[in-house]
């Protein structure tokens, strides 16, 4: 079974660019989460969609900060404009709605994103 | 709000020695916890989870961990490290809502010295 995926792994934009980040999540996980980290700090939630619905994203930096999930499978996250404090890792998980109670979730390899 | 503090950004040990790293948490309600790993130039991995049945929860590579409610701690331990444990190790707490929002700390870099 395929795990998460992101694309793409690295990307270096020069500040004021846009850059759209992809996640694929693993088959039949409803429950999709972006997060990021900046160097050196916390991995910080950004939002949660349920399907394609947004159930939170009281993490959501500012309105530069676009995230789509369109027919309830991959979704993008759309920086534009870039700002050099967008640097950082951007991580996308899954995990199933039901028969996991616990909240365990299932994390990509991350995209780096690289803002000059 | 739930949030989770990681005592030391870096920890060293040598190998074959005691991993400790530490954790402590904050939440409003009886809590889900979480260990995971984010091996170099990997995705993060559920390392470990403490869900109210035993409080010393067992993991993989030999990884186990201890949920103190009087502490409110939730330290991950190892009785020897191995070189390949090297990686960084983040805490995280999850509230019993049905949307399972997670909360993670700001992690901990692992030295294995040989």
């Known amino acids: 079974e395929a795990g998460v995926t992101q694309f793409p792994s690295h990307s270096v934009i020069e500040k004021g660019q846009t850059v759209t980040l992809r996640c694929d999540p693993i088959?039949?996980?409803?429950?999709l989460y972006w997060y990021r980290r900046v160097m050196g700090k916390e991995i910080k939630f950004l939002l949660h969609?349920?399907?394609?619905?947004?159930?939170?994203e009281s993490g959501m930096p500012n309105n530069r900060f676009l995230a789509e999930r369109t027919g309830g499978t991959y979704s993008t996250l759309k920086v534009q404009p870039a700002e050099l404090e967008d640097s950082g890792v951007y991580f996308c998980?899954?995990?199933?709605?039901?028969?996991?109670?616990?909240?365990?979730?299932?994390f990509g390899e991350g995209s780096r994103l690289t803002v000059l | 709000a739930q949030s989770v503090t990681q005592l030391g950004s870096h920890v060293s040990v040598s190998e074959g020695a005691l991993v400790l790293l530490r954790c402590n948490y904050s939440?409003?309600?009886?809590?889900?916890l979480f260990w995971y790993v984010q091996y170099p130039n990997q995705g993060l991995q559920l390392l470990l989870k403490?869900?109210?049945?035993?409080?010393l929860v067992k993991g993989i590579n030999g990884f186990e961990a201890e949920f103190k409610k009087s502490e409110t701690s939730f330290h991950l331990t190892k009785p020897s490290a191995h070189m390949r444990d090297a990686a960084e190790y983040f805490c995280?707490?999850?509230?019993?809502?049905?949307?399972?929002?997670?909360?993670f700390g700001t992690g901990t870099k692992l030295q294995v010295i040989p």
């Open positions: 998980a899954s995990s199933q709605v039901t028969g996991n109670p616990t909240g365990e979730l299932f």
């Open positions: 088959s039949g996980h409803d429950n």
């Open positions: 969609f349920v399907k394609e619905s947004k159930q939170d």
């Open positions: 939440s409003s309600v009886p809590p889900y």
């Open positions: 403490y869900t109210s049945a035993a409080t």
């Open positions: 995280a707490v999850s509230d019993r809502g049905g949307y399972q929002k997670v909360t």
